[in-house]
């Protein structure tokens, strides 16, 4: 991918992603307005807290789609900002990783459209979006690893094809319980514990390998740091539904993926 069609692709997503918050923005006007705003009834493993901080609360759970579609909106615009000149296999992979979040947020739609337990092709069509959200975002942080640690500009356009096609089909493959909505309005699903393990796994040795490939370069760690805020944050996301819980997922994802770019424009900048 040319630097070119690149920084047309990152600009495609600032804007769709920005169009996207004004359209989640006026659903929950209009559902306020007319107090046809209506919540699922959540499945937990444990019992929640009975607390603000700690526990669970929907409103909050809202509200963090929206602070999590601005990451997508802020850290679009700084890599088209910092890297439109830029030609970089690594920012692609973080960008599919971006593209992933922003899918993610798709899951405001079972309160907005209320069709928790209604057994839907809607339902089922939003469970298997955020679910191959999810591999992608693991998928794409393994591949951003793996090019930092050796940087491929040739193949990296079918690394993504790859990447697409081996998400799309493990979300179409693993079944979704449509009888259970998570706290985080994410329909779940079956292998949850086996994805768990995976994603900290893969989520570790993409760490290890930003590590060990700043090591043998002799560069600084603060990619490394920033990457594994980032991988921490990825790992709490889709599991977070207090407002503590939410808060710290969103310091490490945005304060990791600040870190990380600028360092990895620094980078690029003394080459």
């Given at each position: 991918m040319t630097i070119k069609v690149r920084t047309k692709f990152t600009f495609a997503i600032f804007v769709i992603s920005l169009i996207t918050f004004l359209v989640y923005l006026s659903f929950l006007i209009y559902e306020i307005s007319t107090s046809t705003l209506k919540f699922p009834e959540v499945y937990f493993t444990s019992k929640p807290r009975n607390n603000l901080i700690f526990g669970y609360?929907?409103?909050?759970?809202?509200?963090?789609?929206?602070?999590?579609?601005?990451?997508?909106?802020?850290?679009?615009?700084?890599?088209?900002?910092?890297?439109?000149?830029?030609?970089?296999?690594?920012?692609?992979?973080?960008?599919?990783?971006?593209?992933?979040?922003?899918?993610?947020?798709?899951?405001?739609?079972?309160?907005?459209?209320?069709?928790?337990?209604?057994?839907?092709?809607?339902?089922?069509?939003i469970g298997n979006i955020t679910l191959f959200a999810r591999i992608l975002a693991l998928l794409s942080l393994l591949m951003t690893a793996i090019l930092h640690f050796d940087e491929q500009t040739i193949n990296v356009n079918r690394y993504c094809i790859a990447l697409i096609f081996l998400s799309i089909l493990l979300a179409t493959v693993i079944p979704l319980n449509t009888t259970k909505i998570l706290p985080t309005f994410l329909v779940a699903h079956s292998y949850s514990k086996t994805i768990n393990i995976i994603s900290t796994t893969l989520s570790f040795l993409?760490?290890?390998?930003?590590?060990?490939?700043?090591?043998?370069?002799?560069?600084?760690?603060?990619?490394?740091?920033?990457?594994?805020?980032?991988?921490?944050?990825?790992?709490?996301?889709?599991?977070?539904?207090?407002?503590?819980?939410?808060?710290?997922?969103?310091?490490?994802?945005?304060?990791?993926?600040?870190?990380?770019?600028?360092?990895?424009?620094?980078?690029?900048?003394?080459?």
């Open positions: 609360n929907n409103i909050v759970m809202l509200s963090f789609i929206f602070v999590e579609l601005l990451y997508v909106i802020v850290t679009t615009f700084l890599i088209y900002r910092g890297f439109s000149k830029t030609q970089s296999s690594i920012v692609l992979g973080f960008l599919i990783f971006i593209l992933a979040i922003y899918m993610d947020t798709f899951r405001i739609f079972i309160p907005f459209f209320h069709i928790s337990n209604s057994f839907s092709k809607i339902q089922l069509l993409s760490f290890v390998s930003v590590l060990v490939s700043n090591y043998k370069n002799e560069s600084k760690q603060l990619t490394s740091i920033g990457f594994f805020m980032v991988c921490i944050g990825f790992l709490l996301l889709f599991y977070s539904y207090s407002l503590f819980f939410l808060t710290i997922t969103f310091i490490f994802t945005g304060f990791g993926s600040a870190i990380f770019l600028h360092e990895l424009h620094k980078e690029y900048m003394l080459k």
